[in-house]
């Protein structure tokens, strides 16, 4: 059995691992690399993108796309798998950037598309066979809804790839009992570390954030908030924040069409993503589809303006022109707060992921910042390898400081690869 990571020892983003035993071939993620990282192209794979693929099979943690946004450039063949909700979600998002203007991006979204209709769809302690490599998925939390991490077991050996993770989100309450209870034997993890140089830092969690959220709701009565529309359960979180507030909730046609997707597929297991649509009921839990003619902007029209005068709203926005008259007009009030609900070094200069498109876009604003990470703490991390007490050791991916877990975590075998290396256990 080898372990080899193409992409991915010394950078967060782009990761891809292989894992292989007797000419049977696991690959976990095929991403794009993050915006302004050093681009390390990869070469033909043998049995991910090029050559046989009949032996090998490729697993996605989740949809974003640093981990699936490469699955156009894999062999049109080979057997592909992820979570049901985690590929409609990406499907929705991915066949509205099919119709963006640049050709070559156009192009390769459509590709991206075509590619997701032949998925095979994988749950939560199914137990897939790729020849003599057994691959089992376990549900994490993550920024990313229906995200996984995988148990890969082949010649006596398991593995236990992370993916990414966090311990502070809203599903992460059952995430220790879990690993204590399928996560046995143990000899290598392959474990995420975005946040491995933010030391003795305790992320705030979901439901903190929410309860902020809530405060700011009944102290501004109209609420604009910038947020990944993949972000689910935030924006569930804030959905139920403006229930609570007594604010109606109003998002494009676009958001809902995601949101209803969850819903769909996960209402019946908690009410958390059971949202009332009907746009009749009380105005504690109105929820507001917006739609537009063509690249009209968004408007309040009709009786809709002054019912959300009179209650105040939570509204969704991206940065598109076609939200900046509701957000000039709205700016002007006192009664108005706009908060950035993303990682805000996509605003800061300073950093190789600056978008000035964005930048450009919030520029006239007031911003307040209001986000937690999608990825463990220092803390979280310690605690899921002293849970899982891997037998040979922890090898380091999605990182840019690998070397800190062995500063770090000093009571474990720490592995430090190179892109491409291969690791025999």
């Avoid at 700011?216 to 689910?232: D, G, L």
């Avoid at 297991?269 to 009209?296: C, E, H, M, V, W």
């Avoid at 609900?341 to 978008?355: I, P, R």
């Amino acid at each position: 059995m080898k372990i080899i990571i193409h992409r991915g020892t010394d950078q967060i983003g782009g990761c891809v691992t292989e894992i292989e035993s007797n000419g049977y071939k696991v690959f976990i993620d095929f991403g794009e690399q993050l915006p302004g990282a050093d681009k390390k192209e990869l070469s033909g794979i043998e049995g991910l993108t090029c050559g046989d693929v009949s032996k090998s099979a490729l697993f996605i943690t989740h949809y974003h796309g640093d981990h699936i946004g490469s699955i156009s450039n894999v062999a049109s063949d080979l057997s592909i798998y992820a979570g049901k909700t985690a590929i409609e979600i990406f499907n929705c998002f991915e066949s509205r950037l099919s119709h963006i203007p640049d050709p070559s991006e156009a192009e390769k979204h459509k590709k991206i598309v075509e590619r997701l209709k032949t998925i095979k769809i994988v749950e939560a302690l199914q137990r897939i066979k790729i020849g003599g490599i057994t691959v089992t998925p376990l549900f994490v939390d993550h920024s990313a809804f229906d995200a996984f991490m995988f148990i890969v077991e082949a010649d006596g050996k398991r593995i236990l790839h992370t993916g990414d993770f966090r311990g502070h989100g809203f599903k992460s309450k059952g995430f220790m009992k879990a690993l204590k209870k399928y996560v046995k034997n143990i000899d290598y993890i392959i474990s995420e570390g975005s946040n491995i140089q933010h030391l003795n830092v305790t992320m705030q969690t979901e439901q903190e954030l929410q309860k902020n959220f809530e405060t700011q709701f009944r102290k501004n009565k109209y609420n604009f908030v910038f947020v990944s529309s993949t972000n689910i359960d935030r924006i569930f979180a804030l959905y139920h924040a403006s229930e609570r507030t007594k604010r109606c909730f109003i998002c494009d046609n676009y958001q809902a069409k995601i949101m209803k997707i969850v819903s769909k597929n996960h209402k019946q297991y908690t009410p958390f993503y059971d949202i009332d649509y009907d746009q009749t009921t009380n105005p504690a839990g109105r929820f507001f589809d917006l739609k537009r003619r063509a690249q009209s902007p968004f408007s309040f029209i009709g009786n809709l303006e002054p019912y959300l005068e009179r209650h105040g709203f939570c509204m969704l926005i991206r940065s598109n022109d076609v939200f900046k008259p509701l957000l000039d007009e709205y700016a002007k009030s006192e009664e108005t707060k706009i908060y950035y609900s993303m990682w805000n070094g996509y605003l800061d200069k300073e950093k190789e992921a600056f978008n000035e498109l964005l930048y450009n876009f919030f520029e006239p604003y007031n911003l307040e910042h209001k986000h937690t990470s999608g990825h463990a703490d220092i803390e979280t991390l310690n605690a899921v390898f002293e849970t899982v007490n891997p037998a040979c050791g922890i090898i380091p991916i999605h990182t840019e400081a690998p070397e800190k877990f062995q500063r770090l975590f000093k009571g474990q075998t720490v592995i430090l690869l190179k892109d491409g290396e291969i690791f025999r256990v």
